[in-house]
């Protein structure tokens, strides 16, 4: 993105790629339909990146989600808005728009370099690009953006080496993390391990006083998700601070206790009462063998426990999955680090852009968006300098 609107600009821009070809990560994206963006609005929007709110506020004044869905449309790839009010292209993948919008950059001149790896500066500060037979060349450009990625998925390219390079340059970077990610439990012995694999859905989820909607899945190592994943900022950061997280589950949001423990009064003597929950609770399998494997025979057969539980299931997480299996990363290059446009201040003429900074925000779009953006402001930036120069 920051290629294209330099060559708009008409600027000459070389892309150095270190994997054989480009963009895997927006490829891996589009497994699972490439939500592109999200439609709320721009005030909504924006709150969704934490501590930094007003400063990607002031990004999508430049580059907002609507110009995100007019440039796929002029790349001849749609979108449209999916009932949760998340964006895709209407092909539901990444391969077609990224076919479109490559075969547009060279059009444009783009000079694409796959397989060639930056790897640091020799003594004159010049850029050491490591080539596809391991030769390293030397390239010396007016202005240039680094815009590496995190390290989640580094079979994609994103493998976080460009940390050790940077911090040589007294540049602060917060460490990298996992975001997004799975969380890891120990599960009671009695946990069936027939549940894993298995999700929960129209649950919601709490941590403190924040509370999300959505679907969880069991798995052998503890919870994934789209709940899980809105909040793994804070599950993490609770983690951090005490070194574990009390989410609460409740398994029917739907029914207030009250309602859930008359269900439970009304049942019949004699009739089972894991068939009760499943048939007139609308317990599923999964979610009643978690609710007795952290019960006991007499919380389980007492109603006002049992509704408690039903209500608000107590999990305990230890740990982040590794970053390796987490969809983005928090932590990189601090914004202190950097002016306005996102300048090295330690490095004039070298910008940064992407997961590779300090700032995370959930699924839902946010993250693409938010590269996005930054990618077209840090090109302005770019202009600027060698205005400037
Ligand atoms: C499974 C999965 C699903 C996702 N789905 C979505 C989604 O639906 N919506 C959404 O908004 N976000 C999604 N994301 C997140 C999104 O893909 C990333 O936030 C985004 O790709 C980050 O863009 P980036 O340009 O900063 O880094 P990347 O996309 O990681 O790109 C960095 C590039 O730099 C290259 N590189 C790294 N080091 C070097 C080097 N030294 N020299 C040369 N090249 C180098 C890498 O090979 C890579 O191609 C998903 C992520 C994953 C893992």
């Known amino acids: ?26 490829q891996l994206a589009g497994r699972g339909g490439l939500n592109l963006t999200h439609s709320e609005p721009i005030g909504h929007f924006t709150e969704k990146y934490f501590e930094n709110s ?25 979108t449209f808005v999916g009932s949760s009010g998340r964006v895709f292209p209407k092909k539901f993948k990444a391969t077609e728009l990224l076919r479109a919008w ?24 010049n850029f050491l690009i490591s080539d596809l037979h391991g030769e390293i060349k030397t390239v010396i ?24 390079i940077l911090r040589k340059l007294d540049i602060e970077i917060a460490p990298l993390k996992p975001a997004n990610c799975g969380f890891e439990t120990t599960w009671p012995d009695s946990m069936p391990t027939s549940c894993f694999g298995h999700p929960l859905k129209n649950i919601s989820v709490s941590l ?28 993490r950061e609770e983690i951090e601070a005490t070194n574990n997280a009390k989410i609460h589950i409740d398994l029917k949001p739907s ?41 006991s025979k007499e919380q389980f057969n007492s109603p006002t426990p049992l509704a408690k539980l ?3 299931l107590e999990i305990s997480l230890v740990k982040p999955r590794p970053i390796e299996r987490a969809i983005s990363t928090a932590g990189g290059i601090k914004f202190s680090s950097c002016d306005e446009s996102l300048m090295l201040k330690a490095r004039p003429g ?31 930036g770019v202009e600027q300098y060698l205005t400037s120069q």
């Open 350 to 380: 070298l910008f940064v852009a992407g997961e590779m900074l300090d700032w995370e925000a959930p699924t839902g779009g946010y993250l693409l968006q938010g590269c996005f953006s930054m990618a077209v402001h840090v090109a302005s």
């Open 102 to 125: 490559i075969s547009n950059l060279v059009t444009m001149g783009l000079d694409i370099h796959t397989r060639h790896k930056w790897v640091g500066f020799d003594d004159n500060n």
């Open 141 to 164: 450009p007016d202005a240039a953006i680094l815009a590496l990625g995190g390290a989640s998925w580094p079979r994609m390219g994103s493998d976080g080496s460009w940390v050790d």
């Open 310 to 312: 039903i209500k608000g």
């Open 208 to 235: 403190k006083d924040k509370s999300v909607k959505g679907e969880i899945m069991l798995s052998s190592y503890g919870l994934e998700g789209g709940a899980i994943y809105a909040l793994s900022k804070m599950i």
């Open 54 to 78: 007003s400063f990607f506020a002031s990004l999508f004044d430049r580059f907002s989600p609507q110009d995100l869905r007019n440039f796929c449309h002029q790349l001849g790839q749609d």
């Open 255 to 295: 029914h207030s206790l009250g309602k859930i423990e008359q269900l439970i009064t009304s049942r019949k003597p004699g009739t089972s009462l894991s068939r009760f929950l499943k048939h007139n609770v609308h317990i599923s399998s999964p979610a009643l063998e978690l609710l007795k494997a952290y019960s």
């Open 1 to 26: 993105m920051a290629a294209q609107n330099l060559l708009k600009l008409g600027h000459r821009v070389s892309l150095y790629e270190a994997k054989p070809s480009l963009a895997r990560k927006f």
